[in-house]
């Protein structure tokens, strides 16, 4: 499956964003997917993840209660809505593929969009 991640910008703290990722490929709806993200300087990490039937998701700590990931299989779509956003949420988002469960080891997800990048200012 091949991914296109797309909706980044600049947006002010508590502003809100809703990034998508497009696939390719007919076997989209049996992956897992999830959303990293990486700031400057900093290794990637997990944000949110969603299993193939949306029946499960996993969010990071810091991100609970604001960003919310959904997907939609008919349309082969993976979204992240980024409500009350926050400096700290400054970094390049990538959407990504694992043919695992739920997960949020990164080396389980096999493959991954080019990144849209999220600013927020304060």
């Known amino acids: 499956v091949q991914l296109q991640a797309s909706g980044g910008g600049l947006v002010q703290a508590g502003g809100s964003l809703r990034l998508s990722c497009a696939a390719s490929?007919?076997?989209?709806?049996?992956?897992?997917m999830g959303w990293f993200r990486q700031a400057p300087g900093k290794e990637r990490e997990f944000v949110a993840a969603?299993?193939?039937?949306?029946?499960?998701?996993d969010y990071a700590n810091s991100v609970k209660g604001r960003l919310s990931i959904s997907r939609d299989n008919g349309e082969k779509m993976v979204y992240l809505q980024m409500n009350s956003l926050k400096p700290e949420d400054t970094a390049v988002y990538y959407c990504?593929?694992?043919?695992?469960?739920?997960?949020?080891?990164?080396?389980?997800?096999?493959?991954w969009g080019q990144g849209t990048l999220v600013t927020v200012s304060s």
């Open positions: 969603i299993s193939w039937s949306s029946s499960s998701t």
């Open positions: 490929g007919r076997t989209f709806s049996s992956y897992t």
């Open positions: 990504a593929a694992s043919r695992t469960v739920i997960t949020r080891n990164v080396r389980t997800y096999s493959n």
